[in-house]
């Protein structure tokens, strides 16, 4: 090899290597939690320590260190959303904004049969009136179907059709046959709904068949905690994720799910997480997955500067 054709190997290997070093370096920006749970395992908010070993204290620390701006709040039962909710000045010192939802749970025994149970639907309604010190609430959820025909229940029905009526979002831990079954029971067939799937289907249904639901419902989002599959060597994302990620930038966001105490344990640990893969992406589909997509979902601040 001549020493102009060594020299141009040299250099074609010095900018892969800065490329690939460019692209792992973290993600820096503002964080949307689009799935998180301030349940009473974390905080009973009417009894001391240790019946709140997670307080408000606790958990804003950890949104703020690691540049969370905003979350999707959602609580078994409704009074952790609350908690979150009322707690004005300490979230604005916080730099959080809170997105509250409303959760069909009032207890554990709830997750069985909440779409067959009309007090459920009763609770919701009673919730919606009242409201949260933060605003109105602003969707359903989060809410399992174990087996997906239950989407058909009469609550699970009625709580899809008044979902789309009231213009609110659902967060919806179900199997990809569960979501064509509740888009049915919208009054548009899921062509208007906002349904926020968690997990981007935890049963891990095929990259495939994912892009045939978006390609579907154009108001279906992707939420990616816990996916089976999505990421591979380094932590980067595998192939196949990353080439949906970049064919529907807009339709994806990230979370915690913070459904234990370990959750919180590692909430540091989730969000590093997020940000090495989302470096590994160009950096406008990295900041829409991380932030933008839920800002604009919910109408606020899409040019917020990181607090880390």
Known sequence: MGSGARLSGLVALGLALMGRAFAQTPYAGPLF????????????????????????????????????????????????TLALAGAREQTRAAGVTV???????????????WFADGTIAEMVQTELARGTPAGAYRGLGEF????????????????????????LAILAHVDDVAIDLLM??????GQKQLLIWAHTGISGAP???????????????????????LTCDGGQLCPEWRALLLKYPERFMIGSDTWVNQRWLYYDELMQSY??????????????????NG??????????????
């Open 144 to 167: 399992h179907l174990y087996d997906s025909a239950n989407a058909n229940g009469p609550v699970a029905k009625q709580l899809m059709a008044l979902a789309e009526q009231k213009d």
């Open 207 to 229: 990259v495939a068949r994912v892009d045939e639901l978006f390609a579907r419902y154009p108001r279906l989002m992707g939420e990616l905690s816990y996916r089976p599959g």
């Open 184 to 189: 049915a029971n919208t009054p548009s067939k």
């Open 275 to 292: 940000r090495a893969w989302l470096g590994g992406l160009p950096a406008d589909v990295a900041r829409r997955i991380a932030w933008n």
């Open 295 to 308: 800002a604009q979902l919910f109408g606020f601040n899409q040019n917020a500067p990181a607090t880390r």
């Open 99 to 113: 997105v509250p939802f409303v959760r069909l749970y009032r207890n554990r025994a709830d997750y069985s049969g």
């Open 33 to 80: 939690d689009a799935h998180l749970h301030y349940n009473d395992e974390a905080c009973v908010h009417d009894t001391p320590s240790p019946g709140c070993p997670h307080p408000l204290t606790d958990v804003l620390a950890r949104m703020q260190r690691n540049g969370v701006r905003a979350v999707l709040a959602n609580s078994r039962p409704n009074a952790g």
